[in-house]
């Protein structure tokens, strides 16, 4: 599976971007699908992810209500809906899949994941 994310840019705090994510020669069916980031100096951080069969939709604290991962099933896309951008959002994001359903606390630990996009860098000025 290779997955291509798209969508980053340079911004103002406050502004939008949508960040969307491809699979090519696969579709997502049963998989589970992330975004993660990763700013200068620090670890991949979890930021949403959702199961392709359906079900609920999960964020890190930081970006509830402000973000929204969501899937087209009919373009085998996914998307990260980013809102109310902050500076602390600049990083580098990566859209990720797995295979097969995976409990709950495992969506959030980037390990989890065996594919992954190539990232698209976010910067958000003040």
């Known amino acids: 599976v290779q997955l291509q994310a798209s969508g980053g840019g340079l911004v103002q705090a406050g502004d939008s971007l949508r960040l969307s994510c491809a699979a090519s020669?696969?579709?997502?069916?049963?998989?589970?699908l992330g975004w993660f980031r990763q700013a200068p100096g620090k670890e991949r951080e979890f930021v949403a992810a959702?199961?392709?069969?359906?079900?609920?939709?999960y964020y890190t604290n930081s970006v509830k209500g402000r973000f929204t991962i969501s899937r087209d099933k009919a373009k085998n896309a996914m998307y990260l809906q980013m809102s109310s951008l902050k500076p602390e959002d600049t990083a580098v994001y990566y859209c990720?899949?797995?295979?097969?359903?995976?409990?709950?606390?495992?969506?959030?630990?980037?390990?989890?994941?065996?594919?992954w996009g190539q990232g698209t860098q976010v910067t958000v000025s003040s």
């Open positions: 020669g696969h579709t997502f069916n049963n998989y589970a």
């Open positions: 959702l199961r392709w069969s359906g079900g609920g939709t």
């Open positions: 990720a899949a797995r295979r097969g359903r995976i409990v709950l606390s495992a969506l959030y630990d980037p390990g989890t994941y065996d594919y």
